[in-house]
């Protein structure tokens, strides 16, 4: 049974930073392409940043510069460092993954089989 499991949302003023982890069991997030989503109230929801068996990153133009993906195979997880934080940047974020590595590795949630329950992150 495939759990993703996020932490480490919370509220911060603009121009802070927040460091949001998704912690995977019965899944080894080295194998395939484990991406971010967040959606925010009243608008759809949108793939922030990925990463791929390589370790190859991607981000939505948005957040580049700003927001950093990354991986610890040892820990089983992935990590988004999120800095310069803005107030558009509020929503409820989620880490979801591929179930199989052959499957693109896009922002685009088509592909992803397994997602976690999210975690909220406020700017104000």
């Known amino acids: 049974h495939v759990q993703l499991v996020e932490s480490g949302g919370g509220s911060v003023q603009a121009g802070g930073s927040l460091r949001l982890s998704c912690t995977a069991s019965g899944y080894t997030i080295s194998d395939s392409c484990v991406a971010w989503f967040r959606h925010a109230t009243g608008q759809e929801r949108e793939g922030v940043a990925s990463?791929?068996?390589?370790?190859?990153?991607s981000y939505v133009d948005s957040v580049k510069g700003r927001f950093t993906v990354s991986r610890d195979n040892g820990k089983n997880s992935v990590y988004l460092q999120m800095d310069s934080l803005k107030l558009e940047d509020t929503a409820m974020y989620y880490c979801?993954?591929?179930?199989?590595?052959?499957?693109?590795?896009?922002?685009?949630?088509?592909?992803?089989?397994?997602w976690g329950k999210g975690t909220q992150v406020t700017v104000s």
């Open positions: 990463i791929d068996a390589d370790g190859e990153t």
């Open positions: 979801a993954a591929n179930k199989y590595p052959s499957f693109p590795c896009t922002l685009e949630p088509t592909w992803k089989d397994y």
